[in-house]
C-alpha cells in the first residue's frame, strides 16, 4: 500500500515536473547538503554521502547548505528530467526528509530566514485590509502599540501574508500585513508563528496569543509575535 501511494505521488510529480524511468531500489540515504535548489512544492539537495554525491528530492523544505540530513523510503529513478529545472539527471531519489541535525550556528541561521526583516518581505504597496471583527480583535498596528496591554492574551488580526517560511524549528512563521503602521518602525508589520500553512498573498484570520520579547535564542529576541495561530482564509 505504501509503495501504491508512493508511486501514485511520484507519477503526478512526473506529470508536472519531468519525466524517468524508476529503478526498484528503495533506500535510506544520509548526507550534507552541497547544493539546495527549491521549486514549487519539492525541494531538490546534492547530498555529499558515503557512496558519492547523490541528488535527492522531497516536498518543499527549508533546508540549508551544510546541514546534514536524512532521507527516508528513498526511491531511485533514472534519467529523470525536471522540466522546471531544465536539468537532467542520470540518477536522482525521490524520498521524505527527517528533520535536519544543525549545529548552534546553523539553527540560528534558520531562525534568522524564519523572522528575517521586515524590510525584507516582499514589498506590498496595495496592502489594504479591513480589520476582523470581534472583542479581541486588532489591526497589525495595534498589536504593536499594545503590546505591552496584550501580552500573553488572545488577539485576532486579519492581513495579507507577505512573507511564509515553512516547517523551522517545528513551525510555519507567517508575516503579516494590512495596511496599517509603518515601516520605517516596523510597526506595519507581525509575525505569527503556526502550524498551518498559507501562501504569500493570502489574506487570513489569525487568532492566536501575542507574546512580547520572545526569546528563541541565538540572539534573536523578538518584540511583538504571535504564536500558535490559527488561521482562516
Excluded at 105 to 130: F, I, L, N, R, S
Excluded at 162 to 187: E, P, Q, T
Excluded at 197 to 203: I, L, M
Amino acid at each position: 500500500m505504501k509503495r501504491l501511494l508512493v508511486l501514485v505521488l511520484v507519477l503526478c510529480f512526473d506529470a508536472m515536473m519531468g519525466v524517468g524511468a524508476w529503478a526498484q531500489q528503495v533506500v535510506v540515504i544520509k548526507g550534507q547538503v552541497l547544493e539546495v535548489k527549491d521549486v514549487e512544492n519539492y525541494t531538490y539537495m546534492l547530498l555529499k554521502t558515503d557512496k558519492g554525491d547523490t541528488w535527492v528530492a522531497v516536498s518543499t523544505a527549508p533546508v540549508i547548505k551544510g546541514a546534514a540530513v536524512t532521507i527516508h523510503d528513498a526511491e531511485q529513478m533514472d534519467n529523470f528530467e525536471s522540466k522546471v529545472l531544465k536539468k537532467k539527471f542520470s540518477k536522482i531519489f525521490f524520498g521524505k526528509l527527517e528533520q535536519p541535525k544543525l549545529n548552534a550556528a546553523q539553527q540560528a541561521a534558520q531562525v534568522a530566514a524564519a523572522h528575517g526583516e521586515a524590510a525584507k518581505a516582499p514589498v506590498m504597496t496595495d496592502v489594504k485590509v479591513v480589520k476582523a471583527s470581534g472583542v479581541d480583535a486588532y489591526t497589525v498596528s495595534e498589536l504593536n502599540a499594545k503590546a505591552a496591554t496584550l501580552k500573553d492574551k488572545p488577539v485576532t488580526v486579519r492581513a495579507k501574508v507577505v512573507k511564509f517560511s515553512g516547517n523551522i524549528m517545528g513551525k510555519n512563521w507567517v508575516h503579516l500585513r494590512d495596511g496599517s503602521g509603518a515601516a520605517k518602525d516596523g510597526s506595519d508589520d507581525i509575525l505569527v508563528t503556526t502550524q498551518e500553512s498559507a501562501k504569500v498573498g493570502d489574506v487570513v484570520t489569525v487568532k492566536g496569543v501575542l507574546r512580547t520579547n520572545k526569546d528563541f535564542g541565538a540572539g534573536y529576541v523578538y518584540k511583538v509575535i504571535v504564536e500558535d495561530g490559527k488561521l482562516q482564509k
